[in-house]
């Protein structure tokens, strides 16, 4: 009797692998996507962090010298406020040295000018009442010895007319005539004056006595000039008014 053969396993078929749908790959490249997206968000993220704190450093920095500027600036600022407000008292102290300087020479030679004039006046007048007396004053034995004397008082012009009418006219008649003549002067003020110059008005009482005649009274007023020579007032001018 035959014995019936066991029958041969039969192989199993490999299961074909079944392709995930379409949604399942559009999900994981979706994550895929989603995860690439948010690396470059992180490197955005990174180099933008990078670049403001580099621009804060760089502003710091700035903001720092800025500072460091201006805080020289302002250590500066007092010592040259300083600088100027000392030029400038310096420079108030100078004009206001020179105006007193000015203002003190001005009334100085005001002054002296003042001082100068008056002397000038009070010394012509007195020098134009005396020589008028002794231009205008003579007796017969002396008038040679004093009208030539009077000359002295005299300058320019005046000088030359006033000896050559004493010697041809006035010395010859008082001689042979016997005159005699006394001046006087009972006023005299000044009309201008300064350091050479000066003009005095003289008023004259003159008495002439011819011989043995009787004494003939004349009043006169007369512009004497002077003019300052050295330390002498010299007569110039003797004109009648």
Request: with cysteine; glycine share 6%; hydrophobic share 40%.
């Amino acid at each position: 009797m035959t014995t019936p053969e066991d029958p041969k396993p039969v192989p199993e078929k490999e299961t074909p692998a079944v392709p995930a749908d379409d949604d399942e790959l559009t999900r994981d490249e979706a994550t895929e996507a989603g995860t690439a997206l948010d690396e470059t968000d992180a490197v955005e993220e990174t180099e933008a962090v990078d670049e403001t704190d580099a621009a804060e450093t760089t502003e710091a920095a700035e903001d720092e010298s800025t500072a460091d500027g201006e805080s020289d600036e302002t250590a500066a600022d007092p010592a040259s406020g300083k600088v100027r407000r000392a030029v400038v008292l310096t420079v108030l102290l100078c004009v206001l040295l020179l105006a007193v300087l000015v203002g003190a020479g001005f009334l100085g030679w005001k002054y002296y000018s003042g001082q100068a004039a008056e002397t000038a006046r009070a010394e012509s007048v007195q020098v134009a009442s005396d020589a008028t007396v002794k231009l205008l004053s003579y007796e017969p034995d002396t008038v040679e010895e004093e009208l030539t004397a009077a000359r002295e008082l005299l300058t320019g012009t005046f000088q030359e007319s006033y000896t050559e009418l004493t010697n041809d006219v006035v010395i010859p008649g008082a001689k042979e005539q016997r005159i005699s003549a006394v001046a006087n002067v009972p006023a005299a003020a000044s009309m201008t004056a300064d350091s050479d110059h000066a003009e005095v008005l003289v008023f004259v009482n003159q008495t002439v006595i011819v011989g043995d005649g009787a004494p003939t009274a004349t009043a006169s007023s007369v512009k004497v000039t002077l003019e300052k020579t050295g330390d002498r007032w010299l007569i110039s001018g003797f004109d009648p008014v």
